[in-house]
C-alpha cells in the first residue's frame, strides 16, 4: 500500500489495515512541508517529527513513538483484524511552519521480510542461495497464513449471510401467517355484518 495524503498542524489520520496475526508490518513515511513562497511542497521537513501509534483490534496501542521527518516504523501483529496506523506532527505555534500544510508519503509492507544486503552482494555463491531460499520459504509461510485468514473471514461472512437468510425466511413465514391471519379475520367480520343486517 503506497499513497500520500495532506494533513494539518497537529492533525491525526489514520488508515486501516486488514492484517493476519503474527505478520511483520513496516511502514516508510516522508513529511513535506507546503513553501508560501514557493507555492509548492518542499522535499523535506526539517525539524517536524511524526508521532506513530498504531491500535489492534481489541483497542490495545501496539506501537506509540515519536520519529523524525522521515523514517520507518514496524510491529508485528498479535491478533488477526483492522490495525489502525495514525500520524500526528508535532509541529508548534512556535515553529516557523506552524499551522502550514504538510503532504505525508507512506508505504506500508504487510509480510514482507527484508533481504540482508551484506549476504546479496557477499561472494559466497552458497549463502546468497541459502539467504534467497529462505526469504522464500518466509513469503509462502505468510502467503499461507494469509490464505488461512481469508478462508476464515469468508467463514465468518458465509454464517453471517447464512443466519440473515435464515432470518429473513423466518420473518416473512411470520409476515404471511400475519397477513393471512388478518384475512380470515376481516372475512369473518364481514360475513358476521351481513348476517346481523341480513343482507345473507
Request: aromatic share 10%.
Amino acid at each position: 500500500l503506497a499513497l500520500y495524503f495532506h494533513s494539518g498542524e497537529r492533525e491525526e489520520k489514520c488508515i486501516i489495515e486488514d492484517v493476519p496475526s503474527d505478520t511483520l508490518v513496516i511502514g516508510n513515511y516522508k513529511v513535506q512541508r507546503w513553501d508560501i513562497h514557493k507555492q509548492d511542497f518542499l522535499e523535506s521537513a526539517p525539524g517536524l517529527g511524526m508521532f506513530v501509534t498504531v491500535t489492534t483490534p481489541s483497542a490495545e496501542v501496539l506501537l506509540s513513538k515519536l520519529y523524525g521527518p522521515q523514517g520507518t516504523f514496524s510491529f508485528t501483529s498479535y491478533l488477526s483484524g483492522e490495525h489502525v496506523i495514525c500520524l500526528q506532527s508535532n509541529s508548534t505555534r512556535f515553529m516557523a511552519f506552524a499551522g502550514s500544510k504538510l503532504r505525508i508519503h507512506l508505504d506500508i509492507r504487510v509480510g514482507e521480510h527484508f533481504l540482508d544486503e551484506s549476504v546479496v552482494q557477499a561472494k559466497d555463491k552458497v549463502n546468497e542461495v541459502n539467504s534467497r531460499l529462505e526469504h522464500l520459504i518466509e513469503q509462502i509461510h505468510h502467503i499461507s497464513k494469509e490464505q488461512n485468514y481469508e478462508r476464515e473471514r469468508e467463514e465468518k461472512f458465509r454464517k453471517t449471510s447464512e443466519e440473515t437468510n435464515s432470518n429473513i425466511l423466518w420473518w416473512a413465514i411470520v409476515q404471511t401467517l400475519i397477513l393471512i391471519s388478518i384475512g380470515i379475520w376481516q372475512i369473518k367480520s364481514l360475513r358476521d355484518f351481513f348476517i346481523s343486517k341480513k343482507l345473507v
